[in-house]
Structures are given as structure tokens and as C-alpha cells.
């Protein structure tokens, strides 16, 4: 299994601010993601977390509005920038082990006011 | 293209088993798996089966796998008050994504 601490677990934040979310993996794992559950809603992925290069963004997810970092094996960084209201949701870090299990941290629980 | 399916809600009594289903349409999935939410959690991963299984056990989960209707069941047995939570089903395909596809969640109701 693998442990996935994320940090802030939850933040209330400003209109028009950016907020970076941490995901710290207790193992080195090839595979990160990072979802999105807005509320009352399912998961949705933002992107494929890449060591060494750029995130890969699903359809409708762009690099400048949740640039995603990932230095090193066992830690990865996501950015919102300019949040709106519509940016309230759950934002869950995901690592897949080599087992084939995905699992997810706790999620940040973003709300923006 | 990819689309899970689940019911969205289901009520049982406490001791029952609990069974919550799930459709997908993409035919080359290669793991398909079962997590539990629970309220201001995040998300619990109980069980994944491989595409070319047709049953798992684990303790009280059972999975079952029918490729030719790409239909996933869950049953619980014994269900306890404390099994109440969102159920999601989630799929990885097609062979080299990574990445899950999720249904809608189905939240499971345990009545004492």
C-alpha cells in the first residue's frame, strides 16, 4: 500500500488568489494524479502528475490554471490560480503502486469565497 | 469512449447483504475497481479485480465481473451501519492509461 499525506487538508480562500496543494508519497511511486470531486459530484481527472517534464492535462484542464509540479518521485505540487467560486471542490492526489492498486490521499477541501 | 454507470442510491437493513452495480461501456478495460467515501473523507480503496476475472473475495466484499455485459457488482455480506458511504466504481482503460474513470457514486444507506 502506499500512505498519501496532502496538504492544507482544507483552505478558504479568496476570489482572484492561487493556492498550491501538497501530495507526499511515504514510497517512491511512478504514477501520480491529481482529481477534482466538485460537490456532491464524482472524481474527475485534472492530470497525469510526469516526473521530470510536464503534466499531462485532460480535456479541459490547462497548465495555466493548475500547473502541476513533480520533482521528484515522491512529492507533487498543484497550483489553482485565480480562483473563482466555481473552483470549490475537492482536489484528491492519487498514486498507483506497482500492484496495480490506485490509491487516494485525503483531498483539500478548497473553498473560494 | 469511456462512461461508468451506477445506481444512486440503495437502502438495506443492518445484517442484510448489499449488492451495488456498475455498467461501463469501454470493452478494453484492464482493472475495474470498488471505493468507499465516507463523509468528509476522502476516498478508501476496498477492492479492484482484473479484466479477466470473473470473481474476487475479500472477507465480506465480493466482486463480481461479467466482461460480455461489462457489468461489476459489489456485494457486501453481513452489512454493518458502519458500511454507510458512497460506493464508486471506477475503471482503467484502455490498456496504458493509468488513469481511472469514475461512476457517480452510489451511496448505501444501512438501516439499524
Known amino acids: 500500500s502506499a500512505v498519501i499525506s496532502q496538504k492544507p487538508s482544507r483552505d478558504i480562500c479568496q476570489r482572484g488568489t492561487s493556492l498550491t496543494i501538497q501530495c507526499q508519497v511515504d514510497?517512491?511511486?511512478?504514477?501520480m494524479f491529481w482529481y477534482r470531486q466538485q460537490p456532491g459530484q464524482s472524481l474527475t481527472l485534472i492530470a497525469t502528475?510526469?516526473?521530470?517534464?510536464?503534466?499531462?492535462?485532460e480535456s479541459g484542464f490547462v497548465i495555466d490554471k493548475f500547473p502541476i509540479s513533480r520533482p521528484n518521485l515522491t512529492f507533487s505540487t498543484l497550483t489553482v490560480s485565480n480562483m473563482s467560486p466555481e473552483d470549490s471542490s475537492i482536489y484528491l492526489c492519487?498514486?498507483?503502486?506497482?500492484?496495480?492498486?490506485?490509491?487516494f490521499g485525503e483531498g483539500s477541501r478548497l473553498t473560494v469565497l | 469512449g469511456e462512461d461508468v454507470e451506477q445506481s444512486l442510491f440503495l437502502s438495506v437493513r443492518e445484517g442484510d447483504s448489499s449488492v451495488i452495480n456498475c455498467t461501463y461501456t469501454d470493452s478494453s478495460s484492464t482493472y475495474l475497481y470498488w471505493y468507499k467515501q465516507e463523509p468528509g473523507a476522502g476516498l478508501q480503496l476496498l477492492t479492484y479485480i482484473f479484466s479477466n476475472m470473473d470473481m474476487k473475495q475479500d472477507q465480506r466484499l465480493t466482486v463480481l465481473l461479467n466482461k460480455k455485459d461489462k457489468h461489476l457488482s459489489l456485494r457486501i455480506a453481513d452489512t454493518q451501519t458502519g458500511d454507510s458511504a458512497i460506493y464508486f466504481c471506477a475503471e482503467m482503460a484502455p490498456p496504458g492509461r493509468r488513469a481511472l474513470t469514475f461512476g457517480s457514486g452510489t451511496r448505501l444507506q444501512v438501516q439499524p
Open positions: 492519487s498514486v498507483q503502486t506497482g500492484t496495480g492498486e490506485l490509491f
Open positions: 502528475a510526469n516526473q521530470g517534464s510536464e503534466a499531462t492535462y
Open positions: 514510497s517512491q511511486v511512478t504514477m
